[in-house]
């Protein structure tokens, strides 16, 4: 007896239109984001009240939109609004609507009132917040990367090769023989590489200062320590200081693809990858109240920056402190609590 399939027609169309409901189980989070944001006053949102123009959408509409984007993973606009294409869930949100992505760029400032609502939900306790960083893989491979050092070296060959090329077409024109090497579009494909180099260095370099302009006030401030320790007869503990230095190491890297990543350690330390350092702030329950993106490779210097991306409403609630790894909390000190 032959293998029995289920029929497989996608040509067909339907004789009834379908019930979005009937795909979206009662227990899923959207129902509970929709009857959420219901809840919220949304008449502080600015709407065009004489009707002219385009149909406005519902201001409710696009809260919650954003609410379960940014819960399921979603944070670029682009990118939800493909999802009110693909994604039943929020066709069923929409309501079968579809908002670009300028307007759902408009609606970002809204979730103070969420952080608001989930406080007195009893969803979020903000009485303290967690800052970690993870990295995100970026879309550059890191053998498009170039080091300073070899950079330079590149550099160096590029300008030998050069050189030689326009020797090349000297003799060629003197003895007016036809070269079988495209000599000019040699020099301009190497002049773009030279010039993409010189570029790659530049920015390694200015990295670097930005670098050691940051590291220089705690520099100075542990020299200070060491000469109040000196001019009380305390011998300081530990190496000599070394200022920092402007100068790109000489492994320092730059990426062609993508020029704002860099390399990081991945995973449990043991691979590097091109990538972003993600920084995100959570209450107890879970629920984000900050988030930025760093090139930084680790969290040494973020701690700092990731606590001041936090809402001025939402920090002025948190009144326990905070946590976040033992080497930034290290680094940076103590929070300074508003």
Excluded at 194 to 213: D, G, S
Excluded at 233 to 258: C, H, I, M
Excluded at 259 to 266: D, T
Aim: hydrophobic share 40%; proline share 6%.
């Amino acid at each position: 007896m032959p293998a029995r399939f289920v029929n497989l027609d996608r040509q067909t169309p339907m004789f009834l239109p379908c019930d979005l409901r009937e795909w979206v189980p009662e227990d899923h989070i959207v129902h509970f984001i929709l009857d959420a944001v219901d809840q919220i006053p949304t008449a502080h949102f600015h709407v065009n009240p004489r009707g002219s123009g385009s149909e406005q959408y519902p201001p409710a509409m696009m809260l919650a939109l954003l609410i379960y984007s940014y819960i399921t993973g979603r944070f670029g606009s682009r990118t939800i609004e493909a999802a009110t294409h693909s994604d039943v869930a929020v066709r069923y949100l929409c309501a079968n609507h579809h908002p670009d992505h300028d307007s759902i760029c408009t609606f970002r400032a809204a979730f103070v009132s969420v952080l608001q609502l989930a406080q007195q939900l009893g969803l979020a306790r903000l009485g303290s917040a967690s800052v970690d960083g993870t990295k995100i893989q970026a879309n550059a491979s890191k053998h498009a990367a170039v080091s300073y050092e070899r950079a330079g070296q590149m550099l160096a060959q590029l300008e030998l090769e050069v050189k030689e090329l326009l020797e090349r077409a000297e003799r060629a024109e003197a003895q007016e023989t036809k070269d079988t090497l495209d000599i000019p579009a040699e020099l301009t494909r190497r002049e773009q590489r030279r010039a993409a180099l010189q570029r790659a260095r530049q920015v390694i370099e200015a990295r670097a200062q930005e670098l050691a302009a940051a590291k220089q006030a705690d520099y100075d401030a542990k020299v200070a320590a060491r000469q109040t320790q000196q001019a009380a007869g305390k011998k300081p503990r530990g190496q000599e200081l070394v200022p920092p230095s402007p100068q790109p190491e000489p492994g320092a890297q730059y990426n062609f693809t993508d020029p704002e990543s860099r390399i990081m350690k991945a995973g449990s330390g043991q691979h590097f990858e091109q990538a972003y350092n993600a920084q995100a702030a959570v209450d107890p329950a879970m629920i984000m109240v900050g988030e930025r993106v760093s090139d930084a490779p680790n969290d040494k210097q973020e701690l700092g920056a990731s606590v001041a991306m936090i809402s001025p409403v939402v920090k002025a609630e948190i009144q326990a402190g905070w946590t976040a790894d033992s080497t930034a909390k290290r680094r940076w000190g103590r929070w300074n609590r508003p």
